[in-house]
């Protein structure tokens, strides 16, 4: 054995290697794991209660436990089916209209917004960009008045244009928009396009859109939700209710069950109805998000 071997310091074993290094990186994330279960809780136990107190019938509702669930529940959903010719009905159709409509609007304005400020050099750009930003940080409930103002001068109030028109464009879906495209397209692939003497529209519609599809997925489904708990965008442009969505048709009744304590019931299973197209919604598109985060993991 050489000289050098034997002065040779012995090697070290990281720290980590010991015993007490997975230990501690287990227990480092239990405080975050107990906060979202907290926060988790705290989010379902509303959506619990009205899970629970629509299966109670309107004696069982005033004096049974709050957690304790009911035998009422059939009765419940005839009688909501039953009031005034089935209204309640009507009044989820007109949701599934502003909502579905609007937002699918709502996608193809903010997804061809998105693009043109991604891949477009204009002037004026970087200040559209910013109104835009101005525009995000608005709240809505700002704008409600000045467009009811707006659409009883050309005399569209108490229709149906008046909750899908402010509907269709949507500051915060353009930013999405804007955001993904310039992420997702590259700008080699639309030059190649231009290049095999494909037209801008073309390009748009055949190159960009399908790899905006999973950004414009999301767009859709913000502006669906949001279209369908919008509130007082309707509550001020309706006025016949059998135009109304089922958020100010709830308040309606809710309101009527001040003098009929019966209807509380009601309001109770419809708004437990109303959550049902959401939680379907978001079974149905979560594909979209999965096949995009894996293609990306490819990518990188």
Do not use: H
């Amino acid at each position: 054995m050489s000289t050098l071997d034997t002065a040779r310091p012995p090697l070290r074993t990281p720290a980590l290697a010991g015993p007490a290094g997975p230990g501690r990186r287990r227990g480092g994330g239990r405080l975050p794991t107990a906060v979202l279960l907290l926060g988790a809780g705290y989010c379902l136990l509303p959506v619990l209660w009205v899970l629970i107190a629509a299966t109670k019938s309107g004696r069982e509702l005033f004096s049974t436990f709050t957690l304790l669930p009911g035998s009422g529940l059939a009765g419940n959903l005839g009688d909501l089916t039953a009031y005034r010719g089935g209204v309640y009905w009507r009044w989820m159709a007109n949701s599934a209209l502003y909502a579905g409509l609007g937002a699918l609007l709502s996608a193809a304005v903010s997804g061809t917004a998105g693009y043109a400020l991604a891949t477009y050099r204009f002037r004026g750009r970087t200040a559209l960009f910013n109104i835009l930003l101005a525009g995000v940080l608005m709240p809505p409930i700002i704008l409600a008045v000045p467009q009811y103002l707006l659409l009883a001068k050309v005399g569209l109030a108490d229709s149906y244009l008046s909750v899908l028109l402010p509907s269709i464009l949507s500051p915060y879906g353009i930013y999405l928009a804007r955001v993904y495209a310039a992420a997702a397209i590259p700008e080699d692939v639309l030059e190649a396009a231009r290049v095999d003497g494909a037209r801008e529209w073309r390009t748009f519609r055949s190159v960009a859109l399908p790899m905006m599809a999973p950004g414009l997925v999301t767009v859709f489904l913000f502006q669906f939700v949001a279209i369908w708990n919008n509130f007082l965008l309707p509550f001020i442009m309706l006025g016949d209710d059998r135009k109304f969505p089922v958020t100010v048709g709830l308040y309606t009744l809710l309101q009527q069950g001040a003098s009929a304590p019966a209807l509380y019931t009601l309001v109770i299973t419809g708004a437990l109805l109303s959550i049902v197209p959401l939680i379907a919604l978001f079974l149905c598109l979560q594909r979209y998000w999965r096949l995009d985060l894996l293609s990306g993991a490819v990518k990188s």
